[in-house]
Nanobody, 119 residues
Framework: QVQLVQSGGGLVRPGGSLTLTCASS????????MGWFRQTPGKERELVAA???????SYADSVKGRFAVPKNNAKNTLYLEMHNLKPEDTAVYYC?????????????WGQGAQVNVSS
């Protein structure tokens, strides 16, 4: 069973920076799709940033230019670097990985990390 273990999160002031870490128990090269989602109470989980195996990335409009999703393949780790944080970035952030096994899409999630942006 794939495990995604997150670390990071916490309280940061507006304009500050924070990095979340997602360590996979399996090679991240085995996942065609990896990314970060976030969720606030009463709302659906939304995709924040997605990393592709070729080194590309895509971002939600709300975080474009402020967030980045670098990877360390040797450590099987995905990061979410967040800069110029805003109060509206406050949410629980989840790491996600997806792949097809036998034609069936398998989704894996980290345990979540609370990020609070407040003065």
């Amino acid at each position: 069973q794939v495990q995604l273990v997150q670390s990071g999160g916490g309280l940061v002031r507006p304009g500050g920076s924070l990095t979340l870490t997602c360590a996979s128990s399996e090679s991240i090269d085995s996942f065609p799709a990896m990314g970060w989602f976030r969720q606030t109470p009463g709302k659906e989980r939304e995709l924040v940033a997605a990393a592709t195996p070729d080194g590309g990335a895509s971002y939600a409009d709300s975080v474009k230019g402020r967030f980045a999703v670098p990877k360390n393949n040797a450590k099987n780790t995905l990061y979410l670097e967040m800069h110029n944080l805003k109060p509206e970035d406050t949410a629980v952030y989840y790491c996600n990985a997806a792949r097809l096994i036998g034609g069936v899409k398998q989704l894996y999630w980290g345990q979540g990390a609370q990020v609070n942006v407040s003065s």
